[in-house]
């Protein structure tokens, strides 16, 4: 059994320890945000926080999340900051196809926490581990300062 905080909750998991947390979120917590893109830690699709930082799910196996607090795309979407992030993303029509957009939000809610002014540059370099098919790219950096200006004191 491994215990985590997921989402705010205290859960348990009883897959093994070696299991990955990409299918443990998908299969035993039916949470469907989580995309499974390349298993390689590419492509960022299947991002989550893990602890304040933004990990790729593909890559953590279970038994290294004992104790830990994990926050994905659903439980995210509950806070203030997603509204704000939310809003800026339909304000450029930054969603295309949606497959990456779970991940680049929570992107975005790691860059905009740990500098809630960046540059673009920085915005680049904090989502350049989250591929978008769609080569959306300059609207999701747009997206994300437009939430910086429009989300201040969120972050």
Same mark, same amino acid.
Do not use: K, Y
């Given at each position: 059994m491994i215990k985590f905080t997921l989402n705010g909750q205290e859960v348990t998991s009883l897959g093994k320890a070696n299991a990955r947390l990409l299918d443990v979120l998908r299969n035993e917590f039916s949470l469907t945000g989580v995309k499974c893109g390349c298993k390689e830690g590419e492509c960022g699709a299947c991002s989550v +926080? %893990?602890? !304040?930082? %933004?990990?790729n799910s593909c890559l953590v196996a279970m038994g290294h999340i004992e104790g830990? /607090? %994990?926050? /994905? +795309?659903? !439980?995210y979407r509950e806070t203030d900051r997603f509204a704000a992030l939310a809003k800026a993303y339909a304000a450029v029509s930054a969603v295309q196809c &949606?497959?990456? #957009?779970? @991940?680049?939000? $929570?992107?975005?809610?790691? #860059? $905009?926490?740990?500098?809630? *002014?960046? /540059?673009?540059?920085? #915005?680049r370099e904090g989502i350049s581990g989250n591929l978008c098919r769609c080569t959306g790219y300059n609207a999701i950096v747009e997206?994300? !300062? #437009?939430?910086? *200006? &429009? &989300?201040? @004191? %969120?972050w």
């Open positions: +926080i %893990l602890d !304040g930082r %933004l990990v830990s /607090t %994990l926050v /994905t +795309i659903e !439980g &949606g497959f990456c #957009i779970p @991940g680049m939000i $929570l992107a975005s809610e790691c #860059i $905009l926490a740990q500098n809630p *002014n960046p /540059t673009e540059a920085e #915005i997206a994300i !300062g #437009i939430a910086a *200006n &429009g &989300g201040q @004191g %969120l």
